[in-house]
């Protein structure tokens, strides 16, 4: 039996949904590990479903780097303008910009890259796990780094 702190622990920890934390834990069996493994899977194939939907809305987001030397300017796309304006949405633009920014990406290798903050994840992991949370396609449509 999933008590109801094993629940919120996970849901605090992961953003996702209270059903969704206590249906990955009840397939589990309490194990968090496995939970998190069962919750990002669900992500991804979540985000295979939304990847034909159209994303129409967003955000244009910046990052200038403290020294002034570099900058980013990023096109970040989702389907409704009430995502496009969620904490969690500006939040993974922030970390596409600071992304850019730090690893000079080329568009093709961008989503494979490891991310900065936790190498254990893709880019590709933060768009899906984002893209879980929030419901809804989410695209990055383009990017541009600057540099003196």
């Not at 780097?65 to 995502?83: A, M, Q, T, W």
């Not at 080329?106 to 936790?118: H, M, R, T, V």
């Amino acid at each position: 039996m999933v008590s109801i702190d094993q629940i919120k622990q996970l849901r605090e920890e992961t953003d996702i949904s209270i059903s969704e934390c206590k249906r990955a834990l009840t397939e589990a069996n309490g194990d968090f590990a496995k939970a998190k493994e069962i919750l990002r899977k669900m992500g991804m194939n979540l985000a295979a479903k939304r990847a034909e939907r159209v994303a129409g809305q967003g955000i244009i987001d910046s990052y200038v780097h403290p020294n002034k030397k570099v900058g980013v300017l990023l096109d970040l796309r989702c389907e409704s303008d009430f995502v496009a304006r969620s904490e969690g949405f500006q939040k993974l633009a922030h970390e596409l910009c600071l992304q850019v920014a730090a690893m000079e990406p080329e568009a093709d290798n961008f989503l494979s890259q490891p991310w900065i903050k936790d190498s254990s994840k893709t880019m590709k992991d933060l768009l899906n796990e984002t893209i879980a949370k929030m419901g809804e396609n989410i695209v990055i449509s383009k990017f541009q780094r600057f540099e003196l």
